[in-house]
Nanobody
Framework: EVQLVESGGGMVQPGGSLRLSCATS????????MTWVRQAPGKGPEWVST?????HDTYYADSVRGRFTISKASAVYLEMNDLKPEDTAIYYC??????????WGQGTQVTVSS
């Protein structure tokens, strides 16, 4: 059974940091492009960051570049620094392979508020 389980969300003050994790099982992790997507209340999904297969090239949305860092080891991580209220959203982890198979986690809530 394929599973992606996000964790690490929570409530922080502006300027704070959080580290999200996405634990995976049931598929060959190394053969999947891993992506973080977020959805803020009342808005559509927003792509946040991607780490590629193999060479681990990383990509970021302009809104998070320089503040967020994606990494991939035994799981996928999203280190989030200098958080802003507009980062408040549910963060989802996605795995997708070259054949188009795509899997999603259940999401983890991040709230940035003073």
């Amino acid at each position: 059974e394929v599973q992606l389980v996000e964790s690490g969300g929570g409530m922080v003050q502006p300027g704070g940091s959080l580290r999200l994790s996405c634990a995976t099982s049931g598929f060959t992790f190394s053969k999947y492009v891993m992506t973080w997507v977020r959805q803020a209340p009342g808005k559509g999904p927003e792509w946040v960051s991607t780490v590629n297969i193999g060479d681990h090239d990383t990509y970021y949305a302009d809104s998070v570049r320089g503040r967020f860092t994606i990494s991939k080891a035994s799981a996928v991580y999203l280190e989030m620094n200098d958080l802003k209220p507009e980062d408040t959203a549910i963060y989802y982890c996605n795995a997708k392979n070259l054949g188009g198979w795509s899997y999603w986690g259940q999401g983890t809530q991040v709230t940035v508020s003073s």
